[in-house]
């Protein structure tokens, strides 16, 4: 079984080596590479890169600044060891996320969500907010202008027609995805990571994200870009266990995170389709 998956590996390897270089295409192909070495080295506890999960965006409290979707990478999902989803802070940030130092920040001090907040829930036009006078000043007028006009859209779009999919959205068949060598729609999802503890963190679709989370929608797929390895290894651990007692408290505690709910064993869930242990 591992000799197979390697050699599909090393097979994925030289498929990615050998890629014209388009850039976009061979960072997609890479993605799929890591995932293989994940399937191998965590088993079937490794996520699919393109798995959907539903949250609640008024709790999702903090963010990835910088994002990960720049500074690492845009493709499949990744699984990162360290102390990134430790540095929680309660300092600003700008507009232009790659500017700032490495941190994790409040949602709410993030001045494009301020200015989103002020325009949508305050009656404060487009062109009073904060964020307009900087992409005015930083980039430009109509940069200004476009992306409030790209709000406006969006906003009536998701008043008009509720949260839509990408799938329903992004029609283009697979054999044009082969063909070319592009991810599923699922990639043009909200983009969020999380933390050891299971802490879901914003981290790329700011628009649709600030948007969602300023009208107060109840629930938005969003995909998982990067797990930090000690929760990982808790996806693990869940995945493993034969019965419901076996699992660490920590385990236990997490049975009702929205990213567990595809390893977590059917006849573990009420009849609401959740599971939550309950010490008898």
Excluded at 223 to 232: E, Y
Aim: proline share 5%; glycine share 4%; hydrophobic share 30%.
């Amino acid at each position: 079984m591992i000799d197979s998956s390697f050699r599909r590996v090393l097979a994925l390897f030289k498929k990615v080596k050998n890629t014209p270089r388009i850039p976009k295409t061979k960072a997609y192909l890479r993605s799929k590479f890591t995932h293989r070495v994940n399937r191998i080295r965590y088993g079937d506890s490794a996520a699919d890169p393109y798995k959907i999960i539903f949250i609640d965006p008024s709790k999702i409290e903090y963010m990835k600044v910088p994002h990960y979707y720049i500074t690492h990478s845009r493709y499949g999902t990744h699984i990162i060891d360290g102390e990134w989803d430790t540095q929680h802070c309660d300092e600003f940030v700008g507009f232009f996320r790659l500017e700032e130092s490495e941190k994790i920040a409040r949602v709410e001090n993030y001045l494009f969500y301020q200015s989103i907040q002020k325009w949508m829930n305050k009656g404060v036009e487009w062109e009073k907010t904060r964020c307009y006078q900087v992409l005015s000043q930083k980039k430009s007028p109509s940069e200004a202008e476009s992306t409030g006009e790209k709000l406006r859209q969006l906003k009536r779009s998701l008043q008009s027609k509720g949260y839509l999919q990408q799938r329903k959205l992004n029609r283009q068949s697979i054999f044009m995805r082969m063909l070319f060598w592009r991810p599923p729609p699922e990639h043009g999802e909200i983009v969020v990571d999380i933390g050891r503890d299971g802490q879901i963190l914003f981290d790329d679709g700011k628009h649709r994200f600030c948007i969602a989370k300023a009208m107060g929608l109840p629930s938005i797929p969003v995909r998982v870009l990067i797990r930090h390895q000690k929760w990982q290894e808790l996806r693990e651990e869940i995945n493993s266990a034969n019965e419901l007692d076996s699992l660490s408290d920590r385990a236990k505690r997490n049975l009702g995170h929205p990213d567990v709910k595809d390893i977590v064993p059917e006849h573990w869930k009420n009849d609401d389709d959740k599971c939550e242990y309950k010490n008898e």
